[in-house]
T-cell receptor, first 106, second 114 residues
Framework: EDQVTQSPEALRLQEGESSSLNCSYTVSGLRGLFWYRQDPGKGPEFLFTLYSAGEEKEKERLKATLTKKESFLHITAPKPEDSATYLCAVQAGLVFGKGTKLTVNP | DTGVSQDPRHKITKRGQNVTFRCDPISEHNRLYWYRQTLGQGPEFLTYFQNEAQLEKSRLLSDRFSAERPKGSFSTLEIQRTEQGDSAMYLC????????????FGPGTRLTVL
């Protein structure tokens, strides 16, 4: 059974304090790892898709990396507007983790 | 706005009533997915369509749930005889053709069963 575990569950950062979110996965043949951002009461917003180990993608202050067992979402010099829940998912009928709730204090 | 749209955004109903939600995918997308999300959890897969064919259903999709995509465009999700445990956010997503294509989500329909 495909499984996704995200850590930490919650993370508080000061503005400008860089950190990383972890997504560990167990799948039989990875067909894609997806990162989404979700604001309260809204649908998930697509960030990145990674398909193979060693792949990296970057967008503004966010960078996603992938190994054979886990993915990291690195946040560099975060701002308060980066506060959200970040979700990781694998496969096609997506299997999601529970998310990491990120709060960035000014 | 050419993204995924869902209607209604909020629905409050009494236990035992039937409800129906609608999803309009991005126009060129052939795949359409339904998910359910409860507070503090990630979305859970319910079912998906490739054009008008419903190809997979989760064990979460009980007999009271039915989904359709009659002409391969919009989709409806109906819940019959609603229960309090059905209270959740119902999310729709669409993607191009392949299982590896990125899914784009709509804003969701928040269902509250009293």
């Amino acid at each position: 059974e495909d499984q996704v575990t995200q850590s930490p569950e919650a993370l508080r950062l000061q503005e400008g304090e860089s950190s990383s979110l972890n997504c560990s996965y167990t799948v039989s043949g990875l067909r894609g790892l997806f990162w989404y951002r979700q604001d309260p009461g809204k649908g998930p917003e697509f960030l990145f898709t990674l398909y193979s180990a060693g792949e990296e993608k970057e967008k503004e202050r966010l960078k996603a990396t992938l190994t054979k067992k886990e993915s990291f979402l690195h946040i560099t010099a975060p701002k308060p507007e980066d506060s959200a829940t970040y979700l990781c998912a694998v496969q096609a009928g997506l299997v999601f983790g529970k998310g990491t709730k990120l709060t960035v204090n000014p | 706005d050419t993204g995924v749209s869902q209607d209604p955004r909020h629905k409050i109903t009494k236990r035992g009533q039937n409800v129906t939600f609608r999803c309009d995918p991005i126009s060129e997308h052939n795949r359409l997915y339904w998910y359910r999300q409860t507070l503090g959890q990630g979305p859970e897969f319910l079912t998906y369509f490739q054009n008008e064919a419903q190809l997979e259903k989760s064990r979460l999709l009980s007999d009271r749930f039915s989904a359709e995509r009659p002409k391969g465009s919009f989709s409806t999700l109906e819940i019959q005889r609603t229960e309090q445990g059905d209270s959740a956010m119902y999310l729709c997503a669409s993607s191009l053709d392949r299982s590896t294509d990125t899914q784009y989500f709509g804003p969701g329909t928040r269902l509250t069963v009293l």
